[in-house]
């Protein structure tokens, strides 16, 4: 089971009654809520941190690189202006990936900066609650892809390995495979 922490920043605890239009209706409890579920079906777990506070936050990723498989990170306004958040996540043995409700390439300029950009794994955005999903989604796969490189014990070697000594292009009854 992969472990990943989801960590929001300043201001998303007023989801549901910020900015609607931008952000959508839903608060962040349901939106938890709603990824909880979705990750269970993926065999991943998760747990959730908010704050307004920056230095909460970085603590948070320090936790993340200790006692998660990664972290996904809403860093809000913080994205566009933290060194510390920037910092942190470089620290961190564990892959990040950035997500936003909303565009922010589509919206002011001064949100058209991400200082997070160039040292996560990836940034989703634009997809409302969908971008945490796409983010879970992606340490699932990418947990299955280690899976079957790893410990051998994986569909590729069990359902397709052919196991004859005969070379695949040319079986037994010398009949060449089709
Ligand atoms: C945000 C985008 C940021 O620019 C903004 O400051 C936020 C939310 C988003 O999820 O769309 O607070 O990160």
């Known amino acids: 089971m992969v472990k990943i922490l989801v960590v929001n920043g300043p201001n998303l605890n007023l989801l549901g009654e910020r900015e609607p239009g931008v ?3 839903s608060t962040l409890g349901e939106i938890n809520a709603g990824l909880v579920e979705a990750a269970a079906q993926m065999d991943v777990e998760l747990e959730f941190y908010q704050s307004n506070h920056e230095g909460g936050l970085v603590e948070a990723l320090h936790r993340a690189g200790e006692e998660f498989d990664g972290a996904i ?6 994205t566009h202006t933290s060194v510390a958040l920037r910092d942190a996540v470089k620290a961190i043995g564990v892959p990040v990936v950035e997500v ?22 990836g940034t989703i955005a634009g997809f ?25 014990d994986d569909f590729e070697d069990d359902e397709y390995e052919d196991d004859d000594d005969e070379p695949d292009d ?9």
């Open 100 to 121: 936003h409700l909303s565009n922010p390439a589509a919206r002011e300029d001064f949100r058209h900066v991400s200082l997070l950009a160039g040292v996560v794994a």
């Open 73 to 78: 990170l809403n860093a809000a306004g913080y």
């Open 170 to 178: 040319e079986e037994e009854d010398g009949t060449e495979d089709r």
């Open 23 to 25: 952000y959508g209706n």
């Open 128 to 152: 409302g609650p969908g971008s945490y999903l796409l983010a879970v989604d992606w340490f699932a796969f990418q947990a299955k892809a280690d899976d079957e490189d790893g410990d051998g």
